[in-house]
């Protein structure tokens, strides 16, 4: 059983940067599992930010965050990190961590490919 733990979120201002960090415990194989951020405003349904897939390092990004966000992982530590560059206040939801099973290779992008998740962090983004 993993435990995902978020941290970092906040309330700031539009323009502002924020990094989440996302602890995971149990289980095994952290390595081996594609991690990723997805997020919910309020009355809006649970969307992709982005992930850090397993295998490759590589990592992907939603349309409305590519190129302000970046996401990283620390395998040692069993972390993986969002850093939230220009927030934009279109940006404030509950961001959630997410995990794979070990050496998955389902569609990163679909909240219902995966195991875990945190309970999120609440990011507030003011104008």
């Known amino acids: 059983q993993v435990q995902l733990v978020e941290s970092g979120g906040g309330l700031t201002q539009a323009g502002a940067s924020l990094r989440l960090s996302c602890t995971a415990s149990?289980?095994?194989?952290?390595?081996?599992?594609?991690m990723s951020w997805f997020r919910q405003a309020p009355e809006k349904a649970r969307e992709f930010v982005a992930t850090?897939?397993?295998?490759?390092?590589?990592?992907f990004y939603s349309d409305s965050v590519r190129g302000r966000f970046t996401i990283s992982r620390d395998n040692a530590q069993k972390m993986v990190y969002l850093q939230m560059n220009s927030l934009k206040p279109e940006d404030t939801a509950v961001y959630y961590c997410?995990?794979?099973?070990?050496?998955?290779?389902?569609?990163?992008?679909?909240?219902?490919?995966?195991?875990?998740w945190g309970l999120g962090t609440q990011v507030t983004v003011s104008s």
């Open positions: 850090i897939r397993w295998n490759t390092g590589g990592t």
């Open positions: 149990g289980g095994s194989d952290f390595s081996a599992r594609t």
């Open positions: 997410a995990a794979h099973s070990p050496y998955s290779t389902d569609v990163p992008e679909q909240s219902g490919t995966y195991t875990y």
